[in-house]
Each structure stands twice: as structure tokens, then as C-alpha cells.
């Protein structure tokens, strides 16, 4: 296996348990496919603060990053990537794509539906899961 490439996805909510999701364009690496936002963690970085600085770059807002979700190794045929994934919550700003086709916000009983990368699957059961248990309390 080619030396996982380290990644990290904010699964940004609000309080009506409405998930941002976001899709990768065409001259993306994976494109059509629906990811958290976020990206590589770069040299001196925690996965907090990469996360902070690429939804700054990305969405061009301030998040606040809460609990840890998922730490998933996917290989591709090319290369392989590790995700971590962490719940986070807007602080200031409305976000804005930049780099993405596309975001929208999704009800977290519906993520199933969008054609998610194969890396996100554990994440999107897990966020699934766990917000049906605060938001249906079972
Ligand atoms: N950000 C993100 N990337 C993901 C997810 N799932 C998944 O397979 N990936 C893959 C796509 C990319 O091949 C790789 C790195 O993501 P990226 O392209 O967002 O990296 P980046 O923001 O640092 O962008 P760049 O500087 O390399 O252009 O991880 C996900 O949920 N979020
Ligand atoms: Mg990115």
C-alpha cells in the first residue's frame, strides 16, 4: 500500500441536524464525489488547526472543531488516503464555496443518498447513527 496520505473533513452542523456537505469539482482529484470539506494536514499542523485553516480556505469561515469521528484508511487506485473526520460548528461567516462544485446542506437522514467517496462511508454511518440518537433519542 502507497503511504496513506493524511486528511482531515469537518462535518460541519447546525442545530436543526442539517450536515454541509460539499462536492468536488472537476479539476479535483475524485471528482463528482460528495466529501466533507477539509484537506491535507500539512507539516507543524494538528488535525485541528488543518481543519480550521482549510475551511478558512475553502468555505471561507471560522469553524469551531468538536468530537472525533471516524479515522478510516481507503486505498485508491492511485494513491491512499487516511480521513479523520471531527464534528465542527460555525463561528462566524456564512460558508462559501470556492473550490467546490457545489455545497449544500443535508438533513442527516438523507446523506445516504449523495454519491459519497468511498473514504466517507464510515463517517457518513457513524454521523447517521449518532445524530439519530440526539435527534429521535434512540
Ligand atoms: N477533504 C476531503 N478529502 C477527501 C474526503 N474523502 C476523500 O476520499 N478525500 C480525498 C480527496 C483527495 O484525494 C484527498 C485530499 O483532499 P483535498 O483535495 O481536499 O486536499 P486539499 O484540500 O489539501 O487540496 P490540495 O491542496 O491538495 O489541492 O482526500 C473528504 O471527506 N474530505
Ligand atoms: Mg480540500
Not at 466529501?35 to 507539516?43: L, Q
Amino acid at each position: 500500500m502507497n503511504k496513506p496520505i493524511h486528511v482531515v473533513g469537518a462535518v460541519i452542523h447546525n442545530n436543526e441536524g442539517y450536515i454541509l456537505c460539499a462536492l468536488r469539482s472537476e479539476n479535483m482529484t475524485l471528482p463528482g464525489y460528495w466529501e466533507f470539506p477539509g484537506g491535507k494536514i500539512e507539516k507543524g499542523e494538528t488535525p485541528k488547526s488543518a481543519l480550521i485553516r482549510e475551511i478558512y480556505e475553502e468555505l471561507q469561515c471560522e469553524i469551531k472543531v468538536g468530537e472525533f469521528i471516524e479515522d478510516t484508511t481507503c486505498k485508491y487506485e492511485s494513491f491512499t488516503i487516511r480521513l479523520e473526520t471531527y464534528f465542527a460548528s460555525i463561528e462566524n461567516g456564512t460558508p462559501s464555496a470556492q473550490e467546490h462544485k457545489e455545497i449544500k446542506w443535508i438533513s442527516y437522514n438523507k446523506l445516504h443518498e449523495l454519491n459519497w467517496a468511498p473514504a466517507d462511508i464510515p463517517a457518513v454511518e457513524r454521523v447517521m447513527k449518532q445524530c439519530k440518537k440526539v435527534y429521535t433519542n434512540n
